[in-house]
T-cell receptor, first 108, second 112 residues
Framework: KNEVEQSPQNLTAQEGEFITINCSYSVGISALHWLQQHPGGGIVSLFMLSSGKKKHGRLIATINIQEKHSSLHITASHPRDSAVYICAVYTGGNQFYFGTGTSLTVIP | ETGVTQTPRHLVMGMTNKKSLKCEQHLGHNAMYWYKQSAKKPLELMFVYSLEERVENNSVPSRFSPECPNSSHLFLHLHTLQPEDSALYLC???????????FGSGTRLTVV
Protein backbone atom coordinates (compact mmCIF):
# COMPACT_ATOMS: atom_id res chain seq x y z
CA LYS A 1 0.00 0.00 0.00
CA ASN A 2 1.32 3.42 -0.96
CA GLU A 3 1.84 5.97 1.82
CA VAL A 4 0.03 8.54 -0.35
CA GLU A 5 -3.27 7.78 -2.02
CA GLN A 6 -4.96 10.05 -4.51
CA SER A 7 -8.48 10.03 -5.87
CA PRO A 8 -9.75 9.93 -8.44
CA GLN A 9 -7.06 8.40 -10.65
CA ASN A 10 -8.67 9.83 -13.76
CA LEU A 11 -11.04 12.74 -14.09
CA THR A 12 -12.79 14.26 -17.11
CA ALA A 13 -14.60 17.56 -16.73
CA GLN A 14 -16.36 20.09 -18.92
CA GLU A 15 -14.80 23.49 -19.22
CA GLY A 16 -16.00 25.73 -16.42
CA GLU A 17 -16.63 22.96 -13.91
CA PHE A 18 -15.35 23.04 -10.34
CA ILE A 19 -12.83 20.25 -9.80
CA THR A 20 -11.63 18.57 -6.62
CA ILE A 21 -8.72 16.16 -6.33
CA ASN A 22 -8.13 14.40 -3.03
CA CYS A 23 -4.99 13.19 -1.30
CA SER A 24 -4.79 11.04 1.82
CA TYR A 25 -1.55 10.04 3.51
CA SER A 26 -0.60 7.70 6.29
CA VAL A 27 2.69 9.15 7.57
CA GLY A 28 3.57 12.13 9.73
CA ILE A 29 4.57 15.02 7.53
CA SER A 30 6.43 18.31 7.63
CA ALA A 31 4.80 19.59 4.46
CA LEU A 32 2.61 18.55 1.57
CA HIS A 33 3.19 19.52 -2.04
CA TRP A 34 0.86 19.63 -5.01
CA LEU A 35 2.64 19.19 -8.33
CA GLN A 36 1.39 19.56 -11.89
CA GLN A 37 2.85 17.46 -14.68
CA HIS A 38 2.06 18.32 -18.29
CA PRO A 39 2.10 15.73 -21.11
CA GLY A 40 5.65 16.67 -22.06
CA GLY A 41 6.82 15.44 -18.67
CA GLY A 42 7.89 18.65 -16.94
CA ILE A 43 6.68 19.11 -13.37
CA VAL A 44 5.69 22.40 -11.80
CA SER A 45 5.30 22.87 -8.07
CA LEU A 46 1.89 24.42 -7.41
CA PHE A 47 1.71 24.59 -3.64
CA MET A 48 3.60 23.68 -0.53
CA LEU A 49 1.51 23.74 2.62
CA SER A 50 1.72 22.50 6.17
CA SER A 51 -1.60 23.84 7.48
CA GLY A 52 -4.77 25.60 6.42
CA LYS A 53 -5.35 26.79 2.92
CA LYS A 54 -3.51 28.45 0.06
CA LYS A 55 -4.89 30.10 -3.07
CA HIS A 56 -3.20 30.98 -6.33
CA GLY A 57 -5.42 32.21 -9.13
CA ARG A 58 -8.07 29.57 -9.79
CA LEU A 59 -6.27 26.96 -7.69
CA ILE A 60 -6.97 26.37 -4.02
CA ALA A 61 -5.21 23.83 -1.80
CA THR A 62 -6.34 22.83 1.66
CA ILE A 63 -4.91 20.50 4.24
CA ASN A 64 -6.30 18.91 7.40
CA ILE A 65 -3.37 17.64 9.43
CA GLN A 66 -5.53 15.78 11.95
CA GLU A 67 -7.35 13.87 9.23
CA LYS A 68 -4.17 13.48 7.09
CA HIS A 69 -5.99 14.74 4.06
CA SER A 70 -5.51 17.43 1.46
CA SER A 71 -7.59 18.64 -1.45
CA LEU A 72 -6.73 20.56 -4.58
CA HIS A 73 -9.58 22.55 -6.09
CA ILE A 74 -9.71 24.15 -9.51
CA THR A 75 -12.42 26.73 -10.09
CA ALA A 76 -13.73 27.55 -13.58
CA SER A 77 -11.65 24.77 -15.14
CA HIS A 78 -10.10 25.30 -18.54
CA PRO A 79 -8.62 22.90 -21.13
CA ARG A 80 -5.13 24.20 -20.30
CA ASP A 81 -5.61 22.74 -16.80
CA SER A 82 -5.43 19.27 -18.37
CA ALA A 83 -2.46 17.59 -16.73
CA VAL A 84 -1.51 15.03 -14.11
CA TYR A 85 -1.71 16.38 -10.57
CA ILE A 86 0.58 14.73 -8.05
CA CYS A 87 0.39 14.92 -4.28
CA ALA A 88 3.70 14.56 -2.44
CA VAL A 89 4.36 14.56 1.28
CA TYR A 90 7.65 15.47 2.91
CA THR A 91 8.44 13.74 6.17
CA GLY A 92 11.84 15.30 6.85
CA GLY A 93 15.42 14.49 5.93
CA ASN A 94 15.29 13.46 2.29
CA GLN A 95 12.10 11.46 2.52
CA PHE A 96 9.36 12.27 0.06
CA TYR A 97 6.39 10.05 -0.68
CA PHE A 98 4.49 10.56 -3.90
CA GLY A 99 1.00 9.66 -5.02
CA THR A 100 0.52 8.05 -8.42
CA GLY A 101 -1.22 11.15 -9.69
CA THR A 102 -4.65 12.18 -10.93
CA SER A 103 -4.97 12.58 -14.68
CA LEU A 104 -7.30 15.49 -15.44
CA THR A 105 -8.80 16.18 -18.86
CA VAL A 106 -10.89 19.31 -19.31
CA ILE A 107 -13.07 19.24 -22.42
CA PRO A 108 -13.97 22.50 -24.17
CA GLU B 1 11.45 27.01 -18.80
CA THR B 2 11.57 26.32 -15.08
CA GLY B 3 15.18 27.19 -14.40
CA VAL B 4 16.20 23.54 -14.33
CA THR B 5 17.35 22.30 -17.73
CA GLN B 6 17.70 18.66 -18.62
CA THR B 7 19.34 17.20 -21.72
CA PRO B 8 18.67 15.27 -23.78
CA ARG B 9 14.86 15.32 -23.79
CA HIS B 10 14.69 11.89 -25.36
CA LEU B 11 17.24 9.06 -25.42
CA VAL B 12 17.14 5.61 -26.92
CA MET B 13 20.02 3.37 -25.99
CA GLY B 14 21.01 -0.24 -26.31
CA MET B 15 21.71 -2.40 -23.32
CA THR B 16 25.46 -2.28 -23.92
CA ASN B 17 25.70 1.47 -24.44
CA LYS B 18 27.05 4.10 -22.09
CA LYS B 19 25.28 7.44 -21.98
CA SER B 20 24.87 10.35 -19.61
CA LEU B 21 21.96 12.55 -18.61
CA LYS B 22 22.67 16.15 -17.75
CA CYS B 23 20.89 18.56 -15.43
CA GLU B 24 21.72 22.22 -14.96
CA GLN B 25 20.27 24.85 -12.65
CA HIS B 26 21.20 28.46 -12.13
CA LEU B 27 18.71 29.17 -9.37
CA GLY B 28 21.32 29.20 -6.66
CA HIS B 29 19.82 26.09 -5.10
CA ASN B 30 21.91 23.97 -2.76
CA ALA B 31 20.30 20.58 -3.32
CA MET B 32 19.79 18.57 -6.50
CA TYR B 33 17.90 15.35 -7.04
CA TRP B 34 17.40 12.56 -9.56
CA TYR B 35 13.96 10.96 -9.73
CA LYS B 36 12.68 8.07 -11.80
CA GLN B 37 9.09 8.01 -13.02
CA SER B 38 7.82 4.74 -14.43
CA ALA B 39 4.38 4.31 -15.94
CA LYS B 40 1.59 4.10 -13.36
CA LYS B 41 4.05 4.30 -10.44
CA PRO B 42 4.85 7.11 -8.01
CA LEU B 43 7.97 9.14 -8.47
CA GLU B 44 10.99 7.35 -7.00
CA LEU B 45 13.82 9.29 -5.45
CA MET B 46 17.17 7.96 -6.72
CA PHE B 47 19.88 10.31 -5.52
CA VAL B 48 20.21 13.51 -3.51
CA TYR B 49 23.14 15.87 -3.55
CA SER B 50 23.41 18.65 -1.03
CA LEU B 51 26.22 21.17 -1.48
CA GLU B 52 27.79 18.81 -4.03
CA GLU B 53 27.94 15.87 -1.62
CA ARG B 54 25.80 12.80 -2.11
CA VAL B 55 23.54 12.43 0.89
CA GLU B 56 21.11 9.82 -0.32
CA ASN B 57 21.25 6.75 -2.49
CA ASN B 58 17.97 4.89 -2.40
CA SER B 59 19.24 1.40 -3.21
CA VAL B 60 19.74 2.29 -6.83
CA PRO B 61 21.55 -0.30 -8.97
CA SER B 62 25.17 0.45 -9.72
CA ARG B 63 24.44 0.74 -13.43
CA PHE B 64 23.23 4.24 -12.51
CA SER B 65 26.10 6.46 -11.41
CA PRO B 66 25.53 10.09 -10.40
CA GLU B 67 28.06 12.89 -10.53
CA CYS B 68 27.81 16.41 -9.15
CA PRO B 69 30.88 18.41 -10.21
CA ASN B 70 29.51 21.69 -8.83
CA SER B 71 26.35 23.08 -7.31
CA SER B 72 24.84 23.92 -10.71
CA HIS B 73 25.35 20.64 -12.55
CA LEU B 74 24.24 17.09 -11.98
CA PHE B 75 24.85 14.09 -14.20
CA LEU B 76 23.47 10.59 -14.29
CA HIS B 77 25.81 8.16 -16.02
CA LEU B 78 24.16 5.10 -17.47
CA HIS B 79 25.76 1.81 -18.47
CA THR B 80 24.52 -1.70 -19.25
CA LEU B 81 20.93 -0.74 -18.56
CA GLN B 82 17.98 -3.11 -18.72
CA PRO B 83 14.70 -2.61 -20.60
CA GLU B 84 12.90 -2.13 -17.27
CA ASP B 85 15.03 0.98 -16.75
CA SER B 86 13.01 2.69 -19.47
CA ALA B 87 11.29 5.61 -17.77
CA LEU B 88 11.17 9.36 -17.42
CA TYR B 89 14.15 10.63 -15.43
CA LEU B 90 13.53 13.91 -13.70
CA CYS B 91 16.02 16.26 -12.14
CA UNK B 92 14.97 18.70 -9.45
CA UNK B 93 16.63 21.31 -7.29
CA UNK B 94 15.72 23.10 -4.10
CA UNK B 95 17.18 25.77 -1.87
CA UNK B 96 16.86 23.46 1.12
CA UNK B 97 15.75 19.86 1.39
CA UNK B 98 11.98 19.60 1.25
CA UNK B 99 11.51 23.24 0.35
CA UNK B 100 10.40 24.78 -2.92
CA UNK B 101 11.27 22.17 -5.47
CA UNK B 102 11.86 23.11 -9.10
CA PHE B 103 11.75 20.27 -11.59
CA GLY B 104 13.26 19.94 -15.02
CA SER B 105 11.28 18.69 -18.01
CA GLY B 106 12.79 15.24 -17.79
CA THR B 107 14.62 12.85 -20.10
CA ARG B 108 12.47 10.13 -21.63
CA LEU B 109 14.77 7.09 -21.71
CA THR B 110 14.07 3.97 -23.73
CA VAL B 111 16.35 0.97 -23.38
CA VAL B 112 16.19 -1.45 -26.27
Amino acid sequence: KNEVEQSPQNLTAQEGEFITINCSYSVGISALHWLQQHPGGGIVSLFMLSSGKKKHGRLIATINIQEKHSSLHITASHPRDSAVYICAVYTGGNQFYFGTGTSLTVIP
Amino acid sequence: ETGVTQTPRHLVMGMTNKKSLKCEQHLGHNAMYWYKQSAKKPLELMFVYSLEERVENNSVPSRFSPECPNSSHLFLHLHTLQPEDSALYLCASSQDRGQGYTFGSGTRLTVV
